[in-house]
């Protein structure tokens, strides 16, 4: 047709949009317009996908008057707060309707408990040991610690935890003695029954089985007694749990005072401090069934062992980190703390045992964080009297942590529970 001296006018309909295109001088191609204007739709697309996917947030924008999101309506996110801190709190208290303890001679005898483990896997057991004892109506003995684990650490209860103090604290609730009186092992003639519950059991089970045991043995000793009651338990018992873990179960004195100079000592150099309770022992890698790039020489030492465990099923390595069940390696922790925000400056107190690989393992976590210290940094040689025993430097470890600005773990383990559990109660920030 030529070059056009009138505007001409082409219409194109595409899902429902009508587009008018005109030139006056020249044809201007329809398909170029319609390829601009979807593309446009694109990006508005795209934009309003992400304001209503944050829709919350620029909500708390726009009210704060602010292009910043506020968390008081004062200053900014801060990552070493949290957030919701005033809804916890602590819920140990008794109940006005939880009747006191019997006395020892009204009990319905001796109740002796092996526990097994590691210091914290110990205290768990500790704690259900106690509760067991209150549903029982026995008389608990100092429970015996686990001398024969992976650990081999021969510390009994009193050199970990304040006897007097766990004896005295616990007189409303359950009564407990240092052992059971030589009279009464006398008349018995023999050692005495032992027996293991299945784990998890209900209050039910240790009435229907274990009491009538109890009564007419009146001394019995429950032998590897490691999650051995069930979780879900009445209000009242559930915070007996919580007296005996959280107050009941004091460190010695020598142990809280070292752990203190700890904390003092990290604090002179900063005001805040993360703790990061990092699982990487042989052993644990070898019990989670996980691989971590060592090759041939890895797969050997883990797998020998596990042979330590008869029970432990075969596992997929690729499933098990699929599924998030491998522990994060010390790298991996650091990338995460980096992206949360915390900065290279940031200093870490590092609790853990004997990490798989050594310093090449945490060689990336101290690039990441240059700041990095363990009880053993900071205490040097004044650490010596607590190397022979893993569970005197796993209480150390347990004070610093309980005591950090932010408390951080690579496994969810037993110190790690155990430790939300008390940083909560204190709104203290762990994740």
Known sequence: ??????????????????????????????????????????????????????????????????????????????????????????????????????????????????????????????????????????????????????????????????????????????????????????????????????????????????LPVLLKRRVLQLTKFDFRLANDLDEELQKLRCRVNYHALRFTKPIRNFGQKLVVRIRKMARRFIAVHLRFEPDMLAFSGCYYGGGDKERYELGEIRKRWDTLPELNPDEERTQGRCPLTPHEVGLMLRALGFKNDTYLYVASGEVYGGEKTLHPLKELFPNFYTKKTLAGDELKPFLPYSSRLAAIDYIVCDESDVFVTNNNGNMAKILAGSRSGFSLFSF
């Open 1 to 210: 047709m030529g070059v056009a001296k009138v505007c001409k006018y082409t219409c194109v309909k595409q899902q429902h949009l009508l587009i008018s295109c005109c030139s006056s001088r020249r044809w201007i191609s329809c398909t170029k317009v319609c390829g601009l204007m979807l593309f446009a739709l694109g990006l508005i697309s795209l934009f309003t996908g992400h304001v209503v996917s944050n829709l919350e947030l620029y909500s708390h924008r726009l009210a704060g008057g602010a292009w910043f999101y506020k968390q008081d309506g004062d200053a900014p996110i801060d990552i070493w707060k949290l957030m919701y801190s005033t809804s916890y709190y602590g819920c140990s208290e008794r109940g006005p309707r939880f009747a006191s303890a019997v006395n020892v001679r009204s009990s319905n005898g001796y109740l002796l408990i092996e526990t097994s483990g590691g210091l914290n896997q110990q205290r768990t057991g500790i704690t259900d040991a106690v509760v067991v004892a209150r549903i029982l109506n026995a008389t608990l003995v100092v429970p015996e610690l686990d001398h024969h684990s992976f650990w081999k650490d021969d510390s009994d209860f009193f050199n970990i935890f304040d006897v007097k103090w766990f004896i005295s604290y616990l007189g409303k609730d359950v009564p407990v003695v240092k052992r059971v009186p030589e009279k009464v092992m006398r008349s018995m003639g023999k050692p005495p029954y032992t027996m293991r519950v299945p784990r998890k059991s209900e209050p039910e089970y240790y009435l229907d089985q274990v």
